[in-house]
């Protein structure tokens, strides 16, 4: 029986869309279809993941297995988030906060500062605050940060203005940035 190159296997399964619906079902059923489509697909099926704020006891076993996958965290700042739960996740690239920054633990925001490669910071549905002014200094402190996204976010502006000598720094830091982050600079 005839073989693909490994190569255009995984080009095959990397053109899965991950932000259409049925891309978790797709995925499963490539790594069904022969041993030479399971490490792309699985790799593919966990490149993102989202930690809810209560997690069940079992979910630190199952992260064993994918941690090393996942490039895309997704953290909701409330919870049980802790940096020994973040250590099973050693390749993220991209870290994704939901909700209010002010609630997520001082430990765990210098883990991921100090730990993790970050190109990619993605704020989403966050509400900017008075309690959030040391932000920026924060981006300022992951040194191959590339992007930064504000998804459904409120009250960056007073913020960046604020913060107006770290917004230079980090807007020469970045290729990528919100339009809103970048006129403020």
Known sequence: MPSFPQE???????????????????LS?????????????????????????????SFEDDIVAIGPLVRTLALHCVGDLSPELLAHFPNVDHVEFL???EFL???????????????????????????????????????NLTEIKFINCSGI??????????????????TSISPRLASVS
Do not use: M
């Not at 022969?34 to 099926?45: D, E, G, N, T, V």
């Not at 970050?118 to 989403?124: P, Q």
């Open 105 to 143: 633990p001082d430990d765990v925001l210098n883990y991921i500062v100090k730990s993790w490669n970050v190109s990619v910071i993605t704020l989403r549905r966050a509400t900017l605050s008075d309690a959030c002014v040391d932000l920026v200094p924060i981006f300022y402190g992951f040194s």
């Open 99 to 101: 909700d209010d920054l």
């Open 29 to 57: 059923a490539c790594s069904t279809v022969a041993r030479s489509f399971l490490p792309a697909s699985r790799a593919r099926l966990w490149s993102r993941l989202e930690i809810l704020a209560n997690y069940p006891d």
């Open 8 to 26: 255009l296997i995984d080009c095959i399964i990397n053109q899965v869309d991950l932000d259409d619906h049925c891309s978790l079902q797709t």
């Open 157 to 174: 502006y007073p913020v960046l203005e604020e913060q107006r000598s770290y917004v230079t720094r980090v807007s020469a830091h970045c």
